[in-house]
């Protein structure tokens, strides 16, 4: 957010890849400053149930906090490393991989009590896997949903444009819209929002806020029903969907200036912008849209089970996450496995 927001890291973020080097940099110092911060919280918290604290608390707090620093920096590094060998995000695999080890968990637990009970486990089995594929299938379609806005280059056709006999096949320019270009993000904003009263109502004490707290509880919503909870959890959620900060319409229009491509019918300048625009709002309000409504079912749903099933639920809000970081490695792979034929096609040339 900020690098589309203060002017100094603006200018670093278009200068390529020194920019974003630098960029790394900062982030990397802000992890470390946040990560002693909340090193040092959590050593103070476990205090109480040290034994060893009893007489070395000093010494407690800083072994704790130093090891805490140590650990969540080394995940830092794999996770850069990951991304650096072209494998995807790394924080995203492996939050992933954790997501998927927690589903074994839950699967195992939920058979466990279901074998034991007398009536048929499989219809209910087969009625969460049924929920499992479609909130799956949903969660690709807005992955991947995306408008394709075609291109046209100034004084340029393509070879198979140009011959009609050409055995060339290519494939037209074009600039993609995703309904969804935040991924996970408005969910992950609109959950730490909500649970900021929570934080305020535990720091302060306050019945204002305590109120506040158990109507943003679904599972304990005093003087308001549940369905509160979810309709404000799907206008946030939608809301942070469709916000755009960076003025992307602007960066595209300026970008096809400078590369000589134009959208047909549509003159460059303020008619591409305002276009562009219009594009994007109508395809994010659909992202939002269909965003909003995944998120909101999928904790109905997460909330449900977790009733039924004694306080632990499979975790479909989790979904996007796993739909999202298998993508990116699916494409990552792909890539990876086209790199030897653009290099001889690049050696043939002399490139």
């Keep these: 957010v900020l690098c589309h927001v203060v002017p100094s890291l603006v200018k670093l973020r278009k200068e390529g890849l020194d920019g974003h080097e630098k960029i790394k940099s900062y982030i990397w110092w802000i992890s470390l400053g946040f990560a002693i911060v909340e090193a040092v919280i959590v050593a103070c918290y476990s205090l109480q149930y040290s034994i060893y604290a009893a007489s070395y608390r000093v010494k407690h707090v800083m072994v704790t906090a130093f090891l805490l620093v140590c650990g969540a920096m080394t995940m830092t590094w794999i996770c850069d490393t990951i991304s650096e060998s072209g494998f995807g995000q790394g924080s995203s695999l492996i939050i992933c991989v954790g997501i998927l080890t927690g ?3 839950t699967l195992y637990k939920m ?3 279901l074998s034991g009970s007398a009536v048929g486990w ?6 969460v896997l049924g929920v499992f594929t479609v909130v799956t299938m949903w969660a690709v379609v807005v992955t991947e949903g995306c408008r394709k806005i075609k291109l ?12 009609e006999d050409s055995p060339i096949t290519e494939v ?7 309904i969804n270009p935040s991924g996970m993000q408005p969910v992950l904003t609109t959950t730490y ?19 506040v707290k158990e109507i943003l509880n679904p599972a304990t919503s005093v003087g308001a029903e549940p369905w509160v909870y979810y309709s404000i959890y799907a206008f946030f959620v939608f809301l942070f969907n469709i916000f755009d900060i960076a003025n992307l319409p602007k960066e ?19 008619a591409t912008i305002e276009y562009l625009t219009k594009i994007q709002a109508s395809t994010r309000f659909w992202g939002g849209l269909l965003l909003s409504i995944l998120a909101t079912t999928s904790t109905i749903l997460d909330h449900y089970l977790r009733h039924i099933n004694e306080g632990f639920a499979i975790g479909f809000t989790s979904i996007l996450i796993i739909v999202g970081s298998i993508i990116e490695l699916r494409r990552s792979y792909q890539a990876y496995n086209v790199m030897p034929s653009l290099s001889k096609a690049l050696r043939r040339y002399g490139v």
């Design 252 to 270: 595209i229009a300026d970008y096809l200036n400078k590369m000589g491509a134009r959208i047909p019918n549509i003159k460059p300048g303020k």
């Design 193 to 211: 929002l909500l649970a900021f009263p929570s934080i305020v109502a535990s720091i302060l004490g306050s019945p204002f806020w305590e109120h």
């Design 111 to 113: 058979l466990t009590q």
């Design 172 to 178: 037209e320019p074009y600039i993609p819209f995703n």
């Design 152 to 163: 046209q280059y100034y004084g340029f056709k393509l070879a198979s444009a140009a011959r």
């Design 103 to 105: 589903y074994t968990d």
């Design 122 to 127: 499989w219809p209910y089995m087969l009625a």
